[in-house]
């Protein structure tokens, strides 16, 4: 089994900048690569960023691209979500997870609570 504890989100002006972190315990050799997604009220779940287990391939959702950074730092089972020039519209509760790589939602098998991200404008 693998556990996911997402921590970091909180109340941002626009154009501040948070650093979430999900720190993975468990089976962690279960996992092929781990993901951020959100979810605003109102709104279909969408992809923001991932990245493989060993770090070395990254991919961006659209409204991520340019603004935020995963890394992942296989010592410590953690990966981060760095998010610069944050909106109003990047108000979500985001969520990572584990398992599977890439964009699709249903390649990951493990989710965390999600940690409530709110940009005030």
């Known amino acids: 089994q693998v556990r996911l504890v997402e921590s970091g989100g909180r109340l941002v002006q626009t154009g501040g900048s948070l650093r979430l972190s999900c720190v993975v315990s468990?089976?962690?050799?279960?996992?092929?690569?781990m993901g951020w997604f959100r979810r605003a009220p109102g709104r279909e779940r969408e992809f923001v960023a991932s990245?493989?287990?060993?770090?070395?391939?990254?991919y961006y959702g659209e409204s991520a691209k340019g603004r935020f950074a995963i890394s992942a730092d296989n010592a410590k089972n953690t990966v981060v979500l760095q998010m610069n020039s944050l909106e109003p519209e990047d108000t979500a509760t985001y969520y990572c997870a584990a398992g599977g790589a890439g964009t699709d939602a249903a390649f990951y098998n493990y989710w965390g609570q999600g940690t409530q991200v709110t940009v005030s404008s």
């Open positions: 990245i493989s287990w060993s770090g070395d391939t990254m």
């Open positions: 468990g089976r962690t050799s279960y996992i092929i690569g």
